[in-house]
């Protein structure tokens, strides 16, 4: 083969060797980025922008992606990105961009992108969309049978609690990420300090509040990468099982003596590893083989059902009587390194940041057919049964 195995640095790189012409892609890494000098406005909850990223990790994405041999641009997801897009014209966009606000806003730059037919990794819109909202999320799953807390949306306040929902209760907005809007006063123990949070979230965070039944048992969040095809597009073909998936290892998050014990809050999230406030994060979980299963079944489930694409995270409790109950999906889970989950879980399963990060890359690249399948071993034929008598 020619050049198609040889990295910038004159590393072989065997996983693309089924490239006849290694791709050098425009990639546009979008995101929306923190800005902690600017003042917030006056009319937005103390946490609002959580989600939004640091610099430093669109630098570390980009890093990443130009180990392959690319060429990468940071450009914000604001109102000017239709316009930037056009100016820097990529190949395939790295989407981790939050949105800027409304019902579905992590929906916004996947809607553009595809208005404007570019390439963009992970999800799609509708994925997105309904990934944010909660409550839509959770209907789908409980239709399809997935096992999920009791719930129920509040839009003004003042609904009449449905008696399946006894307290201990979990209030939280139903539209948000990073844990905003959550600290210890979402547990809510009775009537009045339920009224209370609910009226709040709806007020200070202008969007429904969706309320749980509290799940006291221990919390996993579980990372899937791939799809049924993903062996044909990927830089390492053997991390897939047969299904087309690869199942992360999965991380406990131990918040007992976290900032805000027993909840994998903003404020416990904001921590850095090992700082004190931070949850103490296991991986991979010490669970027992059954349990294990479940997990990754609920979480694949989960995943499909809502048709996410390449990459999610899906977070679980567990109840009283020790049964998994899925809360929500991340398709666009966190990626800075060791500090997000997913990270977390890639690294314990001795897949470097670069590999994670090109992997999806490819993934989306395969999907958007920015590159050509690779040729797969034709599958044994299946034993052949008995005539039947
Ligand atoms: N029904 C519940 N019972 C107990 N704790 C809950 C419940 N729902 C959420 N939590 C706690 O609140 C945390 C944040 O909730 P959730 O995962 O829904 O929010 P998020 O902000 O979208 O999270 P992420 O940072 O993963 O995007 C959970 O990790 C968990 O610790
Ligand atoms: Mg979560």
């Not at 990420?177 to 202008?206: C, F, P, S, W």
């Not at 994998?264 to 979980?285: D, F, N, R, T």
């Amino acid at each position: 083969m020619t050049d198609t195995q040889t990295s910038p640095s004159g590393d072989d790189h065997p996983p693309s060797s089924w490239l006849t012409k290694k791709p050098r892609w425009r990639v546009a890494v979008l995101a929306n980025i923190k800005d902690e000098q600017a003042p917030k406005p006056a009319d937005v909850p103390p946490d609002a922008y959580a989600d939004y990223d640091h610099i430093e990790t669109i630098n570390h994405i980009r890093a990443a992606i130009e180990t392959d041999g690319h060429t990468t641009e940071f450009i914000m997801a604001d109102g000017e990105l239709p316009y930037a897009l056009r100016k820097y014209k990529p190949d395939i966009c790295f989407n981790i961009a939050e949105g800027l606000g409304g019902d579905a806003r992590e929906a916004q730059t996947p809607a553009l992108l595809e208005m404007l037919r570019i390439p963009y990794t992970g999800s799609r819109v509708l994925t997105n969309g309904i990934a944010l909202d909660k409550t839509l999320t959770k209907r789908i799953w409980r239709d399809r049978g997935l096992p999920v807390a009791p719930f129920q949306e509040f839009t003004f306040g003042d609904e009449k609690l449905r008696p399946e929902l006894k307290f201990p209760l979990f209030v939280k907005p139903a539209r948000e990420g990073t844990g905003m809007g959550v600290d210890m006063k979402a547990k809510v123990e009775n009537e009045a300090e339920l009224r209370e949070r609910v009226q709040y979230v709806i007020h200070a965070y202008k969007q429904p509040a969706l309320v749980e039944t509290f799940l006291p048992g221990r919390e996993f969040t579980v990372g899937q990468i791939g799809r049924p095809d993903a062996k044909r597009f990927s830089r390492h073909p053997e991390w897939y099982e047969a299904d087309g998936f690869h199942r992360l290892p999965i991380l406990e998050l131990q918040t007992d003596r976290s900032a805000t014990p027993g909840i994998y809050s903003h404020a416990a999230k904001a921590q850095q590893l090992g700082e004190a406030g931070a949850p103490e994060y296991l991986c991979p979980a010490d669970v027992e083989p059954e349990l294990k299963k479940k997990l990754h079944h609920f979480a694949l489930r989960g995943h499909q059902l809502l048709g996410a694409t390449d990459v999610s995270r899906v977070d679980i409790r567990l109840d009283a009587e020790g049964t998994p109950r899925l809360i929500e999906i991340n398709p666009l889970p966190g990626l800075t390194p060791g500090y997000s989950d997913l990270c977390i879980q890639a690294a314990a399963d001795g897949i470097s940041y670069e590999d994670l990060i090109l992997e999806i890359l490819y993934l989306a690249a395969g999907r958007w057919s920015l590159i050509e399948p690779r040729e797969l071993p034709a599958e044994k034929p299946k034993k052949k049964t008995g005539p039947l008598k």
